[in-house]
């Protein structure tokens, strides 16, 4: 049995109340670290190396559920709307809540600013200079990201996904959005993440998801959604790999899984880490350039992406202060093209950013490829 095969088993025994009988071994330690899942995997076999971990998130934990309520009050008297995705949500089903841990917690609203001015009088501390997609805030250790939208990068999406995932406020009731587009929102960030490289953690949430809250979800309204913006194939492989990964059956009639792709995909995560890792197979994404590849190979696909690259999206630009003037006015897309080649016309890390994006072999595109469509992607 390989470690990966191990921290598998160790998971899935804790998701259906059963002892671990698997020895401790460094690999599994190591595993356990790098998936972020050291809690779990302590409280399953009592690994002495984890317990600092173990105890540790449980004082975050209760650290992070004061923090989270104090700015909910707060944000509610001050009559702004926001909500929180993923973490918190998910934790709440995990046999054991406090295990779940998580880097920060996420917050989206329509007012960056005015949560910033209320949260800032309740001690949170903001950085002088705000990021461009995620603003960063913190309290008593504990981090936190305030968003403006669900999803920045359009490069991990088609714009009819995007589109679909960010109108996410007719979803929203009483601070919080609706529990099935939640669920297909999650679907969606695994999807992106799969193209960074993701970890067992965010598998496994669904599996806790599909197990123990599966009666708060309407499945055929969330099966029908997934079909409309084309995950539907990518959300029944992910829901066959909980199946043979953590035991737990999925929601709804699913395709079996092509033969040995749970053992490949396990051996392929379980290398990522919580967050994946920086591949250059990564280089080029889904999205409807690459739908577009497969029907035109790699060529098109070097053209399509140099072409992204260089042509950012409306969407894309209008992320960045300094091409502040096209917001609402998509008509001048192209003067901000020209004014972001002069800006960047001397500066030579950005031309071997880009050449580094763009240039990827025929080898490890079609490698790409491939792995990709077992994905249902």
């Known amino acids: 049995m390989t470690d990966t095969e191990a921290l598998l088993r160790v998971l899935a025994a804790h998701l259906h109340g059963r002892p671990s009988r698997i020895p401790v071994t460094e690999g599994l330690l190591k595993d356990a670290d790098r998936h972020e899942v050291e809690a779990i995997v302590y409280w399953q076999t009592r690994a002495r190396e984890l317990e600092k971990a173990f105890f540790y998130d449980i004082a975050a934990d209760r650290k992070r559920r004061r923090l989270d309520r104090e700015i909910r009050e707060t944000l509610k008297?001050?009559?702004?709307?926001?909500?929180?995705?993923?973490?918190?949500?998910?934790?709440?089903?995990?046999?054991?809540?406090?295990?779940?841990?998580?880097g920060d917690i996420d917050y989206v609203t329509t007012d960056r600013p005015a949560v910033q001015a209320a949260l800032e009088k309740k001690g949170y501390v903001f950085p002088k200079t705000n990021g461009v997609t995620d603003w960063h805030f913190s309290k008593s250790?504990?981090?936190?990201?305030?968003?403006?939208?669900?999803?920045?990068?359009?490069?991990?999406?088609?714009?009819?996904?995007?589109?679909?995932?960010?109108?996410c406020w007719r979803h929203y009731e009483d601070g919080a959005i609706n529990v099935n587009f939640?669920?297909?929102?999650?679907?969606?960030?695994?999807?992106k993440h799969l193209l960074e490289g993701v970890g067992f953690r965010q598998f496994y949430d669904f599996a806790v998801l599909i197990k123990n809250a599966g009666d708060i979800f309407d499945w055929e309204w969330i099966r029908g959604e997934l079909k409309k913006i084309s995950l539907l194939s990518f959300a029944e492989v992910c829901f066959?790999?909980?199946?043979?990964?953590?035991?737990?059956?999925?929601?709804f009639e699913i395709p079996a899984l092509p033969?040995?792709?749970?053992?490949?995909?396990?051996?392929?995560?379980?290398?990522?880490?919580?967050?994946?890792?920086?591949?250059?197979?990564?280089?080029?994404?889904?999205?409807?350039?690459?739908?577009?590849?497969?029907?035109?190979?790699?060529?098109?696909?070097?053209?399509?992406?140099?072409?992204?690259?260089?042509?950012?999206?409306?969407?894309?630009?209008?992320?960045?202060?300094?091409?502040?003037?096209?917001?609402?006015?998509?008509?001048?897309?192209?003067?901000?093209?020209i004014c972001r080649?002069?800006?960047?016309?001397?500066?030579?890390?950005?031309?071997?950013?880009?050449?580094?994006?763009?240039?990827?072999?025929?080898?490890?595109?079609?490698?790409?490829?491939?792995?990709?469509?077992?994905?249902?992607?």
């Open 77 to 102: 008297e001050a009559g702004i709307p926001c909500f929180s995705v993923k973490g918190l949500f998910v934790a709440d089903y995990y046999p054991m809540p406090a295990l779940r841990t998580m």
């Open 141 to 167: 250790g504990i981090e936190f990201e305030l968003h403006s939208r669900l999803i920045y990068d359009v490069r991990f999406g088609s714009k009819t996904q995007v589109r679909y995932i960010n109108d």
């Open 182 to 191: 939640h669920f297909v929102y999650m679907v969606m960030h695994l999807r």
């Open 240 to 251: 066959g790999l909980c199946q043979k990964w953590f035991k737990v059956p999925p929601p």
């Open 259 to 337: 033969y040995g792709f749970s053992r490949e995909a396990a051996e392929e995560i379980g290398r990522n880490g919580v967050f994946g890792t920086d591949r250059k197979d990564l280089r080029i994404n889904p999205n409807k350039h690459m739908n577009r590849s497969a029907k035109y190979g790699y060529l098109a696909a070097q053209g399509a992406r140099f072409l992204q690259r260089v042509f950012p999206s409306y969407e894309e630009m209008t992320l960045y202060p300094q091409y502040g003037f096209l917001d609402g006015r998509r008509y001048l897309l192209p003067v901000a093209w």
């Open 341 to 377: 080649f002069f800006m960047d016309f001397f500066r030579i890390d950005k031309w071997k950013k880009l050449e580094a994006e763009t240039q990827v072999s025929r080898n490890e595109f079609e490698k790409r490829n491939l792995s990709l469509r077992k994905w249902g992607l």
